[in-house]
């Protein structure tokens, strides 16, 4: 094991602890991805398929770059479910738990390597905490799971067997906001059904929306005087941004008749609510996403560059730092020494820390966008965009241009997969774990700026 400063493990520092469980998580699922078994035809997968399709899935992002139904085996399907689960449950949770369980005591750092998971909102039993976290998964999944097998059952006459594995796999992949699907259209042939596609939007809402303020919520949802800065910045901030989102599927799509245009009212109501929650991680699509306006995609990008809530199973730079980062705006507009929200005061570190976020994001949206198009020469910047956005953002929408892309441009995509799934959450861990206090400052100096 290698040996960090002053002769520490490197795994008693948790900027390292997560993006090494999750590359090792890779490792296992590229290597059960290539097995023969995992294949519906003969032979194995190739490596770059099956580190591709691994990474979607421990990433919890859902792009793919063969036919999930149609290419791999049920062996494969159940893989692929298995490891959006353990991705969307956070490798980082899973190590912690079994610190936990092993030694019965966390030290400090590991504590708070657990609270950057969790928004540090928990300050109980860590142990119990973990269980409370998986029990809400199960129960959410089994839900979920329920009612698409009664509706595939009964009303699409699917055998009861498939009914319940179909259910299933895209409960967790909704939960967990995986986006992987058992039909080459994803959910464009259920766009007017409402009990298949509303209770996997509501699973992936659930999902996006945070541990933390799940548990705050089921505590205090009476009571939202009382909520946490971080509890109302989630939920005000998911409400508005899903009504954007919503409002703009609605008013640059209703007359497409590749998209909307040919539904009737009920439907697009449904298509546009679907698509508006699947744009913040989701990853399911009920309309066809390469025939939508140029006003819809652009909105969408950023829409999936924002993401979900912290300590969720979505991605993004999270809703809590772009909000962040608009207070911090308004508070220099007028000219406030303090950045405020409800009569609290938010620390420096924190608006630096959602700073670096927020524009490494950038930067590596950029360079991806910049690295696909070279790579591929016929992509349009948009498309590209698109594209490198929903794998950084761990999103999963395509326009349908991921399975003909070169092994290098899907390689691309994998390092961003990656980056964009564990970035945010090291980090945040390493800022947090590496703030000192200096016992002097330097002269003041200011740089014009503008």
């Not at 296992?28 to 035809?41: D, H, K, S």
């Not at 770059?65 to 085996?73: A, R």
């Not at 009990?195 to 996997?200: E, T």
């Amino acid at each position: 094991m290698t040996l960090g400063v002053r002769g520490r493990s490197s795994w008693q520092y948790p900027a390292r602890i997560v993006p090494l469980a999750f590359l090792g998580a890779v490792a296992i699922g590229t290597v059960l991805m290539m097995l023969p078994a995992a294949r519906a035809e003969p032979g194995h997968a190739p490596f770059v398929t099956a580190l591709f399709t691994a990474t979607s899935a421990v990433c919890v992002t859902g792009l793919a770059v063969v036919d999930t139904p149609t290419y791999w085996s049920t062996f494969g399907q159940v893989i692929i479910t298995v490891l959006a689960q353990v991705g969307g449950f956070g490798i980082m949770t899973l190590a912690t738990l079994l610190s936990l369980l092993v030694s019965r005591r966390l030290g400090l750092r590991s504590r708070l390597m657990a609270q950057a998971e969790s928004s540090g909102l928990f300050g109980g039993n860590l142990g119990r905490v973990l269980i409370r976290i998986a029990l809400t998964m199960f129960v959410c999944e089994a839900a979920i799971s329920v009612v698409l097998t009664l509706r595939f059952w009964l009303t699409y006459d699917y055998s009861f067997g498939r009914a319940v594995w179909e259910a299933v796999f895209h409960a967790v992949q909704a939960f967990n906001n995986a986006g992987f699907a058992l039909y080459p259209d994803s959910l464009v042939r259920f766009v007017g059904d409402w009990w298949i596609c509303l209770p996997l939007t509501l699973g992936v809402f659930t999902g996006a929306i945070g541990f933390p303020v799940l548990f705050e919520l089921a505590r205090e949802w009476r009571k939202p005087g009382t909520w946490s800065t971080h509890t109302r910045l989630t939920v005000w901030g998911a409400l508005l941004l899903s009504s954007i989102g919503f409002l703009v599927f609605l008013t640059f799509e209703w007359s497409n008749p590749k998209t909307l245009g040919a539904h009737g009212f009920g439907t697009k109501i449904l298509a546009a609510l679907t698509q508006d929650v699947m744009t913040r991680s989701g990853g399911f699509n009920s309309i066809n996403l390469g025939d939508m306006n140029t006003e819809t995609i652009a909105v969408t990008n950023g829409l999936m560059f924002i993401g979900g809530g912290s300590a969720s199973t979505a991605g993004g730079i999270r809703v809590t730092t772009f909000l962040l980062l608009a207070f911090v705006i308004w508070a220099e507009l007028r000219g406030e020494a303090d950045v405020t929200i409800r009569n609290r005061r938010i620390a420096d570190e924190t608006q630096r820390q959602a700073i670096t976020v927020a524009l490494l994001g950038v930067a590596l949206v950029a360079a991806g966008t910049l690295g696909l198009i070279g790579l591929t020469d016929h992509i349009p910047f948009d498309r590209a965009l698109f594209e490198v956005t929903s794998a950084f953002a761990t999103v999963g929408l395509s326009t349908g241009i991921t399975p003909s892309l070169p092994e290098s441009a899907q390689v691309l995509l994998v390092v961003l997969m990656y980056v964009g799934r564990v970035g945010t959450i090291a980090v945040g861990t390493a800022i947090a774990l590496n703030t000192r206090r200096r016992l002097y400052r330097y002269p003041e100096e200011r740089p014009l700026v503008g």
